[in-house]
Protein backbone atom coordinates (compact mmCIF):
# COMPACT_ATOMS: atom_id res chain seq x y z
CA UNK A 1 0.00 0.00 0.00
CA UNK A 2 1.68 3.33 -1.24
CA UNK A 3 0.70 6.51 0.69
CA UNK A 4 2.68 9.58 -0.22
CA UNK A 5 3.91 12.26 2.16
CA UNK A 6 1.72 14.96 3.84
CA UNK A 7 2.69 18.45 2.62
CA UNK A 8 2.28 20.79 6.27
CA UNK A 9 0.45 23.40 5.96
CA UNK A 10 1.38 27.07 6.93
CA UNK A 11 0.39 28.51 10.29
CA UNK A 12 -2.28 30.52 10.80
CA UNK A 13 0.27 33.71 11.16
CA UNK A 14 1.46 33.16 7.81
CA UNK A 15 -1.68 33.17 5.97
CA UNK A 16 -2.50 35.99 8.32
CA UNK A 17 0.90 37.54 6.74
CA UNK A 18 0.64 36.48 2.93
CA UNK A 19 -3.07 37.93 3.01
CA UNK A 20 -2.30 41.32 4.17
CA UNK A 21 0.60 41.58 1.80
CA UNK A 22 -1.52 40.88 -1.28
CA UNK A 23 -3.82 43.58 0.10
CA UNK A 24 -1.11 45.49 0.20
CA UNK A 25 -0.09 45.26 -3.14
CA UNK A 26 -2.91 45.51 -5.38
CA UNK A 27 -5.09 47.86 -3.30
CA UNK A 28 -2.58 50.02 -1.09
CA UNK A 29 -0.44 52.77 -2.64
CA UNK A 30 2.92 52.90 -0.81
CA UNK A 31 3.09 55.76 1.95
CA UNK A 32 -0.22 56.45 1.50
CA UNK A 33 -2.53 53.75 3.29
CA UNK A 34 -3.18 52.23 6.61
CA UNK A 35 -4.17 48.85 7.93
CA UNK A 36 -7.69 49.14 9.32
CA UNK A 37 -7.55 48.72 13.09
CA UNK A 38 -6.64 45.85 14.63
CA UNK A 39 -9.99 44.75 16.01
CA UNK A 40 -11.44 45.33 12.07
CA UNK A 41 -8.70 43.77 10.76
CA UNK A 42 -9.60 40.33 12.84
CA UNK A 43 -12.80 41.01 12.04
CA UNK A 44 -12.10 41.20 8.32
CA UNK A 45 -10.11 38.19 8.57
CA UNK A 46 -11.98 36.14 10.92
CA UNK A 47 -9.24 35.56 13.01
CA UNK A 48 -7.92 36.63 16.63
CA UNK A 49 -6.35 39.93 17.74
CA UNK A 50 -3.09 38.50 18.57
CA UNK A 51 -2.52 36.71 15.38
CA UNK A 52 -3.18 39.85 13.78
CA UNK A 53 -0.93 41.60 15.91
CA UNK A 54 2.01 38.97 15.53
CA UNK A 55 1.45 38.98 11.81
CA UNK A 56 1.72 42.76 11.86
CA UNK A 57 4.67 42.66 14.01
CA UNK A 58 6.09 40.14 11.42
CA UNK A 59 5.40 42.36 8.57
CA UNK A 60 7.25 45.03 10.17
CA UNK A 61 10.55 43.63 10.72
CA UNK A 62 10.31 42.28 6.86
CA UNK A 63 9.82 46.50 6.10
CA UNK A 64 6.09 46.15 4.75
CA UNK A 65 4.82 47.85 7.49
CA UNK A 66 5.55 50.50 10.26
CA UNK A 67 3.15 50.47 13.50
CA UNK A 68 2.85 53.91 15.33
CA UNK A 69 1.19 53.07 18.81
CA UNK A 70 -1.72 54.92 19.25
CA UNK A 71 -2.00 55.49 15.71
CA UNK A 72 -2.62 52.66 13.27
CA UNK A 73 -0.56 50.52 11.15
CA UNK A 74 1.10 52.62 8.23
CA UNK A 75 1.88 50.81 4.71
CA UNK A 76 5.61 51.10 4.26
CA UNK A 77 8.15 50.59 1.30
CA UNK A 78 11.50 49.39 3.75
CA UNK A 79 11.82 46.21 2.24
CA UNK A 80 15.64 46.76 2.15
CA UNK A 81 15.61 47.54 6.04
CA UNK A 82 16.43 43.75 7.32
CA UNK A 83 19.38 43.43 5.51
CA UNK A 84 21.43 47.30 6.28
CA UNK A 85 20.43 46.45 10.09
CA UNK A 86 22.50 43.39 9.92
CA UNK A 87 25.32 44.32 7.98
CA UNK A 88 27.17 46.03 10.94
CA UNK A 89 26.42 42.73 13.05
CA UNK A 90 28.06 40.93 10.57
CA UNK A 91 30.89 42.65 9.96
CA UNK A 92 31.84 45.08 12.47
CA UNK A 93 34.41 46.29 10.76
CA UNK A 94 33.72 49.89 8.53
CA UNK A 95 36.31 49.35 6.53
CA UNK A 96 35.64 45.90 5.57
CA UNK A 97 32.22 45.97 5.32
CA UNK A 98 33.20 48.61 2.24
CA UNK A 99 35.14 46.45 0.61
CA UNK A 100 33.73 43.60 0.29
CA UNK A 101 30.69 46.09 -0.64
CA UNK A 102 32.48 47.32 -3.95
CA UNK A 103 32.88 43.34 -4.36
CA UNK A 104 29.21 42.87 -4.69
CA UNK A 105 28.64 45.80 -6.66
CA UNK A 106 31.16 44.64 -9.08
CA UNK A 107 29.22 41.50 -8.75
CA UNK A 108 25.77 43.04 -9.51
CA UNK A 109 25.84 46.20 -11.94
CA UNK A 110 27.44 45.46 -14.65
CA UNK A 111 25.02 42.86 -15.19
CA UNK A 112 22.66 45.81 -14.15
CA UNK A 113 23.87 47.84 -16.84
CA UNK A 114 24.05 45.44 -19.52
CA UNK A 115 20.30 44.43 -18.93
CA UNK A 116 19.07 48.28 -18.40
CA UNK A 117 20.54 48.59 -22.15
CA UNK A 118 18.14 46.21 -23.39
CA UNK A 119 14.86 46.67 -21.52
CA UNK A 120 15.16 50.52 -20.32
CA UNK A 121 11.96 51.82 -21.54
CA UNK A 122 12.33 55.69 -22.43
CA UNK A 123 10.15 57.17 -18.96
CA UNK A 124 13.36 55.29 -17.16
CA UNK A 125 16.06 56.60 -19.26
CA UNK A 126 14.63 59.98 -18.68
CA UNK A 127 14.82 59.06 -14.75
CA UNK A 128 18.80 58.33 -15.81
CA UNK A 129 19.37 61.57 -17.37
CA UNK A 130 17.59 63.61 -14.63
CA UNK A 131 19.91 61.69 -12.37
CA UNK A 132 22.79 62.22 -14.13
CA UNK A 133 22.37 66.10 -14.55
CA UNK A 134 21.98 66.44 -10.84
CA UNK A 135 25.18 64.79 -10.61
CA UNK A 136 26.64 67.64 -12.78
CA UNK A 137 24.77 70.43 -10.81
CA UNK A 138 26.21 68.99 -7.70
CA UNK A 139 27.22 71.77 -5.41
CA UNK A 140 28.79 69.74 -2.87
CA UNK A 141 28.99 66.16 -1.82
CA UNK A 142 26.49 65.69 -0.04
CA UNK A 143 24.02 66.45 -3.77
CA UNK A 144 26.63 64.58 -5.25
CA UNK A 145 26.27 61.62 -3.25
CA UNK A 146 22.26 62.20 -3.54
CA UNK A 147 22.28 62.04 -7.84
CA UNK A 148 24.87 59.41 -7.27
CA UNK A 149 22.74 56.88 -5.96
CA UNK A 150 19.54 57.98 -7.42
CA UNK A 151 21.42 57.39 -10.90
CA UNK A 152 22.28 53.87 -9.32
CA UNK A 153 18.80 52.62 -8.12
CA UNK A 154 17.16 54.09 -11.28
CA UNK A 155 19.51 52.16 -12.98
CA UNK A 156 18.47 48.89 -11.19
CA UNK A 157 15.19 49.16 -11.94
CA UNK A 158 15.41 49.63 -15.24
CA UNK A 159 17.52 46.33 -15.67
CA UNK A 160 13.95 44.96 -14.93
CA UNK A 161 15.36 42.20 -12.10
CA UNK A 162 13.17 43.64 -8.97
CA UNK A 163 15.16 40.93 -6.78
CA UNK A 164 18.63 42.86 -8.21
CA UNK A 165 16.95 46.36 -7.66
CA UNK A 166 15.90 45.10 -4.06
CA UNK A 167 19.01 43.55 -3.22
CA UNK A 168 20.89 46.72 -4.33
CA UNK A 169 18.18 49.08 -2.42
CA UNK A 170 19.07 46.57 0.94
CA UNK A 171 22.88 47.94 0.43
CA UNK A 172 21.76 51.51 0.11
CA UNK A 173 23.19 52.56 3.38
CA UNK A 174 26.39 51.15 2.84
CA UNK A 175 26.65 52.39 -0.33
CA UNK A 176 25.66 55.92 0.97
CA UNK A 177 28.60 55.78 3.89
CA UNK A 178 30.90 54.54 0.67
CA UNK A 179 29.95 57.14 -1.76
CA UNK A 180 30.26 60.24 0.98
CA UNK A 181 33.92 58.70 1.54
CA UNK A 182 35.22 58.41 -1.90
CA UNK A 183 33.28 62.53 -2.73
CA UNK A 184 34.88 63.46 0.19
CA UNK A 185 38.41 62.75 -1.32
CA UNK A 186 37.82 63.38 -5.08
CA UNK A 187 35.71 65.97 -7.53
CA UNK A 188 32.52 64.60 -9.36
CA UNK A 189 34.50 64.99 -12.83
CA UNK A 190 34.97 61.27 -12.91
CA UNK A 191 31.70 60.33 -11.56
CA UNK A 192 29.70 62.49 -14.11
CA UNK A 193 31.94 61.19 -17.12
CA UNK A 194 31.72 57.47 -16.27
CA UNK A 195 27.84 57.73 -15.54
CA UNK A 196 27.37 59.79 -18.70
CA UNK A 197 29.40 56.89 -20.85
CA UNK A 198 26.75 54.24 -19.09
CA UNK A 199 24.32 56.48 -19.90
CA UNK A 200 24.93 56.54 -23.61
CA UNK A 201 25.52 52.63 -23.72
CA UNK A 202 21.51 52.02 -22.66
CA UNK A 203 20.30 54.50 -24.61
CA UNK A 204 22.15 52.77 -27.72
CA UNK A 205 20.64 49.75 -26.91
CA UNK A 206 24.18 47.96 -26.39
CA UNK A 207 24.52 46.00 -23.19
CA UNK A 208 28.22 44.92 -23.66
CA UNK A 209 29.68 48.19 -23.34
CA UNK A 210 27.17 49.77 -20.81
CA UNK A 211 28.47 46.61 -18.80
CA UNK A 212 31.96 47.28 -19.59
CA UNK A 213 31.37 51.49 -18.84
CA UNK A 214 30.14 50.14 -15.34
CA UNK A 215 33.22 48.12 -14.85
CA UNK A 216 35.31 51.21 -15.51
CA UNK A 217 33.32 53.01 -13.26
CA UNK A 218 33.66 51.11 -10.55
CA UNK A 219 37.05 50.68 -10.25
CA UNK A 220 37.07 53.96 -9.98
CA UNK A 221 35.45 53.95 -7.16
CA UNK A 222 37.20 51.32 -5.19
CA UNK A 223 40.09 53.79 -5.80
CA UNK A 224 38.69 56.67 -4.31
CA UNK A 225 37.44 54.95 -1.19
CA UNK A 226 41.24 54.40 -0.23
CA UNK A 227 40.84 51.81 1.61
CA UNK A 228 44.16 50.10 3.34
CA UNK A 229 45.55 47.10 0.91
CA UNK A 230 43.79 43.62 2.51
CA UNK A 231 45.70 40.74 2.92
CA UNK A 232 44.08 39.30 -0.58
CA UNK A 233 45.66 40.67 -3.79
CA UNK A 234 44.20 44.02 -5.15
CA UNK A 235 42.10 44.44 -8.47
CA UNK A 236 44.20 44.94 -11.28
Known amino acids: MAFSSI ?55 QGLLEVKHGVGTKVVDKLHKPLNGSLALLIPDDKERLRQLIQVRFMIEPENAGLAAEHASAAQIRKLRTALKKLEEADGYDAAVDADMTFHRELAISSGNQISALLLHSLSDLMQIGLIRGYSRASTQNAVRQHAAILTAIEKRDPAAAAKAMREHLITAEADLALPKSKKSSRA
Not at 23 to 28: M, N
Open 7 to 61: KPQRGLVEEVCARIALEIRDEITVGDGWLPPERDLALKLGVSRPVVREATKRLEL
